[in-house]
């Protein structure tokens, strides 16, 4: 795939993560080592803040399970697994209807957390998340073998 047709099609799936969810999402895109290559966040800068100056990402149960499993879960279904209250404290910046999905190998997983207001997502929303995240996954295998402008253009879509 060129590079242009490469950034439209991440760009244009972006689009459509962010359609679904609207109180924001996190998605962190082949992680080695505990760092992901590309980081997308769009919940509100306030939690952003919240998130890092409390160091959560080292308690988070979102991300333990997704580090360890492939698949989709609400994070209701985590509430026993987060002694930090990060899931408590991401309802109370306005993160409603949680729900994690993570794909691909141990070595090179993706990760994205998403939510919105309203109802929680359906079934046909989650497998229309969990699509997108897959595309994601797929179209940046090989980040650090693009040109650097396509690097940086993908980056810049953050």
Request: proline share 3%.
């Amino acid at each position: 795939m060129k590079d242009i047709a490469k950034i439209e099609a991440v760009s244009e799936r972006l689009i459509r993560l962010g359609a679904l969810c609207d109180s924001g999402f996190a998605l962190a895109i082949h992680i080695r080592y505990t760092r992901p290559t590309i980081l997308y966040r769009t919940y509100d800068q306030a939690w952003i803040e919240h998130y890092s100056e409390r160091g959560f990402m080292l308690s988070d149960p979102v991300v333990h399970w997704g580090l360890t499993h492939v698949g989709g879960i609400r994070w209701a279904d985590l509430a026993d697994h987060d002694p930090q209250g990060v899931l408590r404290d991401a309802l109370a910046h306005g993160l409603h209807n949680g729900w994690t999905y993570a794909v691909g190998p141990q070595a090179s997983r993706t990760i994205a957390g998403v939510t919105k207001t309203g109802a929680d997502f359906t079934e046909s929303q989650r497998a229309e998340v969990a699509q997108i995240v897959d595309d994601l996954h797929a179209l940046t295998e090989g980040f650090e073998t693009f040109t650097p402008d396509t690097q940086a253009a993908l980056l810049a879509l953050g």
